[in-house]
């Protein structure tokens, strides 16, 4: 038998292709990103089902797997090729049954483990169904997805053929599992009707087959003996204008048989379509042929593939760039807002400006602090609320922005306040703790109240022109050098938390988008790992 002649390295760098393939994401909702994610999942079919486990075992029994839409008469001709019925056919749309491969019993062993199609569990009984209890295609409610697998002596070896899901199935899971059976095809094998063949559904598969150059047939299903020859000519014009005059086609006649996909069709209906199967799976020449074709044209769809892939994460990373961007900027220019506001003073107004002005002789130091950490705090939420109105204004004007996790803000102010008050009360503390500590270093036996100082240096700081004679009356307590580093470290200690809570109301708008770990890199992995694969080939 002629096997392929496959290097380590190639099978090493394909490998490290399909981890960048599977590391990309595609999160963000702008236009491409759906076809990337179907792209990438027929990539990774292709790569897991196909063409390592092929490259790595090239002397395992071809795979041809039946598809085609519903009611193209699948699950009876493969039954027919078999000779017995190993596939459950009805007229129940969308088909109740859980994908089936067949193969002689000397290569089982082929298909009993995980070499290909590892994500579907095995199973060795047919799966019951009711009118109750309908089992989707390839789900068992207590096994997951499965692929039943049976074995025929009237199978000759070599060849396996499965028959899968209906591509246009009304079960959103049926058409994805479908579209990966075929992707771990050595033979794809089209199956249409004389009602259907210029149906959308069997063209899409047939110009995607063409795409990747792999070894293609198509069968032309329950043609009326009247009309044989005219849809036979019609089919035919069909697939020569779309580039696939070369594909081998093949007429199987409406019988009793075929009448609710419940009998097998004489042998010679599918006589020919036999013939082609075991040919190619029993002649070494013919079987080199039809993998190689495969396997090249799945290998020269990579780089489109991989280029568009690339593409669409560059795509993605330019987006959440624009909506880093936007946040950015409206808490950049926020922060800004409030420094300038503390150096006005603004946080002393109101009754902060009340409390200051009644202060000592009506206003206790608590009192004044209180009101001074309540109009801080007011400050402080005022400008997040005032960020996160830009943010949205414009998120809107971003598709991307549309993003589940991304769209809606706290319903309320409240848990905004919470943090914010949170983090001012904390700032009090440590600025207590700090006029404390000063107080204690001074050589007086009637030292001042630690409460005072702190409403006194808190005050110098926060009232800007209004607050004059607060920076005298904290000489007086603490004398000229005790209050200049007081104050120099009370500053800084605002300038730290004011800092800190706008930097982490930032993180807190940035985390959804952070979560959805939009990355530079996975575009620049992409075409590496392509540069890298063409090299070896």
């Given at each position: 038998m002629v096997t392929l002649d496959v290097r380590p390295q190639l099978l090493d760098t394909l490998s490290a292709l399909r981890d960048r393939v599977a590391a990309a994401r595609f999160p963000l909702p702008l236009a491409g990103a759906?076809?990337?994610?179907?792209?990438?999942?027929?990539?990774?079919?292709?790569?897991?089902?196909?063409?390592?486990?092929?490259?790595?075992?090239?002397?395992?029994?071809l795979l041809a797997v039946v598809g085609g839409s519903t009611g193209a008469g699948k699950s009876t001709l493969v039954n027919s090729l078999v000779g017995c019925r190993v596939s459950e056919a009805g007229v129940l749309r969308p088909t109740t049954r859980t994908p089936v491969l067949v193969c002689h019993p000397e290569d089982h062993h082929w298909f009993s483990g995980v070499r290909v199609l590892p994500d579907l569990a095995r199973v060795w009984e047919p799966l019951r169904e009711t009118s109750d209890d309908l089992v989707v295609p390839g789900q068992d409610p207590g096994r997951g997805r499965v692929l039943r697998i049976e074995t025929a002596d009237s199978l000759p070896p070599g060849i396996a053929l499965l028959d899968a899901p209906d591509v246009d199935s009304?079960?959103?899971?049926?058409?994805?599992?479908?579209?990966?059976?075929?992707c771990a095809a050595d033979v794809w094998?089209?199956?249409?009707?004389?009602?259907?063949?210029?149906?959308?559904?069997?063209?899409?598969?047939?110009?995607?087959?063409?795409?990747?150059?792999?070894?293609?047939?198509?069968?032309?299903?329950?043609?009326?003996?009247?009309?044989?020859?005219?849809?036979?000519?019609?089919?035919?014009?069909?697939?020569?204008?779309?580039?696939?005059?070369?594909?081998p086609r093949f007429t199987v006649p409406e019988l009793p048989?075929?009448?609710?996909?419940?009998?097998?069709?004489?042998?010679?209906?599918?006589?020919?379509?036999?013939?082609?199967?075991?040919?190619?799976?029993?002649?070494?020449?013919?079987?080199q042929q039809v993998m190689a074709r495969t396997i090249h044209g799945v290998l020269d769809s990579l780089k489109p593939r991989m280029s568009e892939l690339a593409s669409a994460a560059a795509a993605q990373y330019a987006a959440a760039l624009r909506l880093t961007s936007a946040?950015?900027?409206?808490y950049d220019n926020e922060q800004a807002r409030v420094r300038g506001r503390l150096q006005s003073g603004a946080v002393l107004a109101g009754d902060a400006l009340k409390r200051w002005r009644a202060f000592p002789l009506d206003c206790t130091a608590g009192e004044l602090l209180d009101a001074l950490v309540e109009s801080?705090?007011?400050?402080?939420?005022?400008?997040?609320?005032?960020?996160?109105?830009?943010?949205?204004e414009a998120w809107r004007r971003e598709p991307a922005a549309s993003a589940p996790g991304l769209t809606g803000r706290e319903p309320s102010l409240e848990r905004a306040e919470h943090r914010i008050g949170l983090a001012v009360r904390r700032w009090r503390r440590e600025l207590e703790e700090h006029a404390e500590e000063e107080v204690r270093h001074l050589e007086r036996t009637a030292a001042p109240d630690a409460e005072v100082v702190a409403a006194v240096v808190a005050t110098a700081?926060?009232?800007g022109r209004r607050a004059r004679n607060a920076g005298e009356g904290l000489a007086e307590r603490l004398g000229?050098?005790?209050?200049?580093?007081?104050?120099?470290?009370?500053?800084?200690?605002?300038?730290?938390?004011?800092?800190?809570?706008?930097?982490?109301?930032?993180?807190?708008?940035?985390?959804?988008?952070?979560?959805?770990?939009?990355?530079?890199?996975?575009?620049?992995?992409l075409i590496a790992a392509l540069s890298v694969l063409q090299k070896e080939r």
């Open positions: 759906p076809r990337a994610r179907a792209n990438r999942d027929e990539l990774l079919a292709q790569l897991d089902d196909y063409l390592l486990p092929r490259l790595r075992e090239p002397a395992a029994p009304l079960l959103p899971d049926s058409r994805r599992l479908a579209a990966e059976l075929i094998i089209m199956v249409t009707t004389a009602a259907r063949y210029a149906d959308a559904v069997p063209w899409h598969l047939l110009r995607t087959a063409k795409e990747y150059d792999v070894t293609l047939i198509t069968v032309l299903d329950r043609v009326p003996h009247q009309v044989v020859s005219e849809v036979s000519r019609q089919y035919g014009a069909l697939l020569t204008k779309a580039g696939l005059g070369d594909v048989e075929s009448a609710w996909g419940a009998g097998l069709l004489p042998g010679t209906a599918v006589a020919a379509l036999r013939t082609w199967l075991v040919h190619h799976a029993q002649d070494p020449t013919a079987r946040v950015d900027a409206a801080l705090a007011a400050l402080l939420l005022c400008s997040v609320t005032a960020a996160d109105e830009r943010v949205d700081l926060l009232g000229a050098h005790g209050a200049l580093r007081l104050r120099d470290r009370a500053g800084r200690l605002l300038t730290e938390h004011v800092d800190r809570v706008m930097h982490a109301e930032r993180e807190r708008r940035l985390a959804p988008l952070d979560a959805l770990d939009v990355r530079a890199e996975p575009q620049a992995e």
